[in-house]
Nanobody, 124 residues
């Protein structure tokens, strides 16, 4: 069982940066691949990035590739999402999620653990 709590969201201007954190409870954090998703009003939940258990493999959606970086610190039970060059279309509630899948998991239904979400708003 893993409980996830996101933090670091807020209001930022276009071109700005934010760093999201997701703290996990439990001693098995390193057993899970972790992902970030986002959901804008009226839209489906969208894959953003994922990182495998050891942190050696990452994968990004085309819409954030080159601007966002996912990382993890297994000693701190935390996964991060560094977001640079933010755009208004990045505005959404951002969720972290955990999966026991060993594949590169890009679908929400592959994840069994979810945080409550943190709001990111990018003003133009």
């Amino acid at each position: 069982q893993v409980q996830l709590v996101e933090s670091g969201g807020g209001l930022v201007q276009t071109g700005g940066s934010l760093r999201l954190s997701c703290a996990a409870s439990g001693r098995t954090f390193s057993s899970y691949a972790m992902g970030w998703f986002r959901q804008a009003p009226g839209k489906e939940r969208e894959f953003v990035a994922t990182i495998k258990r050891s942190g050696g493999t990452t994968y990004y959606s085309d819409s954030v590739k080159g601007r966002f970086t996912i990382s993890r610190d297994n000693a701190k039970n935390t996964v991060y999402l560094q977001m640079n060059s933010l755009k208004p279309e990045d505005t959404a509630v951002y969720y972290c999620a955990g999966t026991s899948s060993t594949l590169i998991a890009t679908r929400p239904d592959w994840y069994g653990y979810w945080g409550q979400g943190t709001q990111v708003t990018v003003s133009s």
